[in-house]
């Protein structure tokens, strides 16, 4: 048996403390208040996610997860292999690792901006996997994609899994995507490996991100105890409620944070008053349809997009090269 030598990792400068003050409080203080998702994933936010996965009403984990089990062959012959995977989002990483034994990949990198979960997870991965060169990346990599150097120019394989896309507005996915085009290199037979949730009945929707066990709203509430931590504010969890729903005209399910009563939050030198009832938009998340997902990827770029569904067409695997 390999001994596996320890695998790399590389943080990337966190942005700017600063900077994220400034977006947070512009965000709070707009007429209607916002924060971005990725505020959501905190040490502790990404373990609620790992356990909203588990849920019965959150299908789309295991959804995708039954598409990849049925068709693993037929997708991994449709990418080759060799490739590099590049892991958006890795969380856990046990998605790509279970595409490791069919897929084989040469290189791993998986990115997070949550880098103390994705080291340790790493840790372990490459411990079962030695002979896989392992290189995660600590890094927001919706505001750039920086690659480490050790990333091989050959073939570029972006696996973009559980419908984060969906947590982009169209054109932010577009641009993201197009983004992913840019860095596949020309010359390269890269590509995407993408899930993405597709539109489907309102109650299976609407329960999905708002459980009976209340995980989503645990998922959400702590938000406010990352603002706390990022920005100084006096966010008391027990003054709000998780709400969330589909909002028909957007194609997007919405979360938000509902205040229980009238209250004012304070921090640094600034406050913000909440009307009871008033809310916090915190995560979109895009439904689409096949077809229109398909044309956002051939806008950006990227074209032979097969797709791969479960039977009943609530979600999507799609590998659409450059
Ligand atoms: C990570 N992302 C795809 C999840 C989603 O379904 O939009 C985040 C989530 N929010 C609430 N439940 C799960």
Redesign the pocket.
Known sequence: KLAAAPAEFIQHQRANGAAIRAELSAGLMAPQAHTS?KY?YDALGSKL?EA?CELPE?Y?TRTEAAIFDAHLPDIAQSIGVGATLIDL?AGNCAKAARLFSTLHPVQYVPIDISADFLREALEQLQQRFPHIEMTGVGLDFSSALDLPDAVRHQKRLFFYP???I??FTPPQALAFLRRLRAACNSSSDGGVLIGV?LLKEQQILDA??DDALGV?AA??LNLLRHLNQLLGTDFDVRDWRHR?GFNAAHGR?E?HLEARRALTVSWGEQRRQFAQGERIHT?N?YKYTQQDFVALLEQAGFGDARVWTDSRHWFAVIHARV
């Open positions: 998702a959501l996610f909203i959150y789309p989002g559980g419908s984060s969906g947590n949730d999905a991100y989503t998922f959400n969330a399910i979360m995560e998340s």
